[in-house]
């Protein structure tokens, strides 16, 4: 296990969570009476998933690894500007080139709401998605891969990770259409990949851009007010994923060491400590 860490974390990090979600599809289709609570999925399966994995690969040391990154708010100014500021911008000129579409700003998310729900999205996904994609599973890709490679693979992973999401009723990804959806997270990937890699490797601004990105999404309204302003804010994305493709495309290769933790048995086998 020690040796083929990812194929155990993405069994698991799709496994656990598709369980969870299959109680709601199996209650829809009339199967049982009962369903677990979507949140589930990301408050308890994934978070088991990563640092189970992390465990159960690499001891404490990856997990201690993954922990400060998760902590590690250090970072140049720049960097937390471009993570809060980058989606918010990027839904602003989808608005303007959209003029006319009638967005439903405030709709789906109050204003009132704002920040609540920033506060708490921030937190989901400190504890849930970026140590998942981010924290752990980025860094041991691109020890095959280039960092842009590596992000643009596990965009397409990560939207493959919500699909039996499209099929629950009520869900985001139920109103969307699937193409524009992997479309725009495969972008996201790209532009959260060359943040994370500028931000040293911190899951925690990662978290900041996740937040803000999904909340800016839904009280602007760009991706489900109808299909002309989806499109237009998911050309926006793809375009501002190609600018930060161009910086990831620059990253020196001995520049993935700063986020890559090395594996326990790397670390016994050179006789160095196992902690960064």
């Known amino acids: 296990?020690?040796?083929?860490?990812?194929?155990?974390?993405?069994?698991?990090?799709f496994l656990l969570p598709w369980a969870v979600w299959a109680t709601t599809l199996a209650e829809q289709a009339?199967?049982?009476e009962w369903h677990l609570p979507a949140s589930l999925a990301f408050w308890i399966a994934l978070p088991l998933a990563t640092f189970g994995t992390a465990a159960l690969t690499g001891g404490w040391a990856a997990v201690k690894d993954l922990l400060l990154r998760m902590a590690r708010y250090r970072v140049r100014p720049l960097w937390w500007?471009?993570?809060?500021?980058?989606?918010?911008?990027?839904?602003?000129v989808a608005l303007v080139v959209g003029y006319g579409t009638s967005p439903s700003i405030g709709v789906a998310l109050p204003t009132s709401a704002l920040i609540g729900t920033l506060l708490l999205d921030v937190w989901m996904f400190l504890l849930?998605?970026?140590?998942?994609?981010?924290?752990?599973?980025?860094?041991r890709m691109e020890?095959?891969?280039?960092?842009?490679?590596?992000?643009?693979a596990l965009g397409a992973v990560w939207a493959i990770?919500?699909?039996?999401?499209?099929?629950?009723?009520?869900?985001?990804?139920?109103?969307?259409?699937?193409?524009?959806?992997?479309?725009?997270?495969?972008?996201?990937?790209?532009t959260i990949g060359l943040i994370y890699h500028r931000a040293r490797g911190s899951v925690l601004v990662a978290a900041v851009f996740h937040g803000v990105t999904d909340v800016t999404i839904a009280w602007t309204g760009v991706m489900t007010s109808g299909a002309v302003l989806f499109w237009i804010f998911v050309a926006v994305q793809v375009l501002v994923a190609g600018l930060a493709a161009v910086g990831l495309a620059r990253?020196?290769?001995?520049?993935?060491?700063?986020?890559a933790p090395p594996t326990a048995a790397s670390m016994e086998a050179s006789g160095r400590p196992s902690h960064p």
């Open 1 to 13: 296990m020690r040796k083929h860490p990812l194929p155990l974390f993405f069994a698991s990090a």
């Open 30 to 32: 009339g199967w049982i």
């Open 81 to 92: 500007t471009v993570a809060v500021m980058a989606t918010p911008v990027t839904a602003g």
């Open 128 to 139: 849930s998605e970026e140590p998942a994609w981010r924290g752990f599973a980025l860094p």
């Open 143 to 152: 020890q095959r891969l280039s960092p842009l490679a590596a992000s643009v």
């Open 161 to 190: 990770w919500h699909a039996p999401l499209f099929l629950m009723a009520g869900s985001f990804q139920a109103s969307v259409p699937p193409l524009g959806f992997l479309l725009s997270t495969v972008a996201t990937s790209v």
């Open 251 to 259: 990253i020196a290769p001995g520049a993935k060491a700063l986020i």
